[in-house]
């Protein structure tokens, strides 16, 4: 039987970007809702700079309220994501097993991201990883900027890979492909996997697609096609990077899990359950409902 696993980056990619202070209650609850829909990994917030990202300013307190789950026999990961020591430091003082580090393929990004380079950024990833081993902690990685930067304009899949290798030779047990500008098709996937898929297995790369264009779906597929099973999403297509203006949200869940269920793969995730989860927090937070699946099956 065909499985995909679903990586739910809702509260952290879903939320990083809206201005107005989210309670950190509702994230918790959001957390804790998300967990019991059977979605085996929830990234649950960021331990990066506050004057950066002040939305995930209250990271260690959303770990505090997720503390029992997080140290509880379900099986879930809750991966918090990192920039540098310090956050590893917060970390591994939070008690996180998991954690995921990010750097951008391209440097236009990288700087006005994480103000440093794309070699400093892989520099800091050594060192995250060093202190991640030593204290038992997995380690995922996103390349972010796949197919173009906001600010150098499109990527050389080359770039990409040479990204994705060193995270894998930093120890991460899997890399996580991101457009973060939502602008890839299916023409691009094809091209970047193609090259990728000659010297990369499939069983460690993810997809991260966010849904600017509405392309997002459509590259998922296709990445499934060519051998991928593991896809980042977020509940009610929440998302979005305040250095990458103008891009949208993440792939909605609702609509990756409406599609795969058609298409017959298997997830463990309960749609119906993503789907009133998809409205209420669409509700709390003031936004419309950015899943189509979502919201057409919340009115049926
Ligand atoms: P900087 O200003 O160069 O760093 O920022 P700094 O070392 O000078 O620190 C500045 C202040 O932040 C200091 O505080 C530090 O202590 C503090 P002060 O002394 O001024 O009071 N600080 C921290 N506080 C908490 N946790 C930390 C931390 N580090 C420093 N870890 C830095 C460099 C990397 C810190 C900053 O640029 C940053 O935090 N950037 C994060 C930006 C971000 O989170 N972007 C969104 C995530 S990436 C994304 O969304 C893409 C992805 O979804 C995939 C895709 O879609 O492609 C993953
Ligand atoms: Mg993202």
């Not at 952290?12 to 957390?31: C, F, S, Y």
């Not at 591994?92 to 391209?106: E, L």
């Amino acid at each position: 039987m065909s499985r995909v696993t679903i990586v739910e980056v809702g509260p952290r990619d879903g939320l990083q970007n809206i201005t107005k202070v989210v309670p950190t209650n509702l994230k918790i609850e959001l957390i804790q809702r998300l967990a019991a829909t059977g979605l085996p990994v929830i990234e649950a917030t960021s331990f990066v700079s506050p004057k950066w990202i002040p939305q995930l300013a209250d990271g260690p307190h959303v770990l505090r309220g997720i503390k029992t789950m997080m140290e509880g026999s379900n099986g879930i990961q809750f991966p918090v994501l990192v920039p540098n020591e310090k956050g590893i430091q917060l970390a591994i003082r939070s008690g996180s097993k998991d954690v995921a580090v990010f750097v951008s393929a391209t440097e236009g990004f990288s700087r006005r991201n994480i103000n440093c380079s794309v070699d400093e950024s892989l520099a800091r990833v050594q060192a995250i990883s060093e202190k991640a081993k030593a204290a038992g902690i997995k380690m995922r990685g996103y390349v972010s900027c796949i197919f173009s930067d906001p600010y150098d304009g499109p990527t050389e899949p080359s770039q990409v890979i040479k990204v994705t290798q060193a995270l894998l030779d930093a120890g991460c047990y899997e890399v996580s492909l991101g457009d973060t500008l939502g602008i890839g098709t299916v023409a691009d996937v094809e091209v970047l996997l193609g090259e990728m898929l000659k010297t990369i297995p499939a069983s460690k790369l993810a997809g991260h697609f966010h849904d600017t264009y509405g392309q997002a779906i459509a590259n998922v597929i296709k990445s499934y096609e060519m051998g991928l099973r593991t896809f980042d999403s977020s509940v009610a297509g929440l998302g979005g990077c305040p250095f990458a203006k103008g891009a949208k949200g993440n792939l909605a869940t609702e609509d990756l899990l409406y599609t795969l269920g058609k298409m017959g793969i298997q997830t463990g995730v309960d749609l119906a359950e993503v789907v009133n989860i998809g409205v209420w927090i669409s509700e709390a937070l003031d936004l419309p409902n950015g899943s189509r699946a979502g919201a057409a099956l919340a009115v049926k």
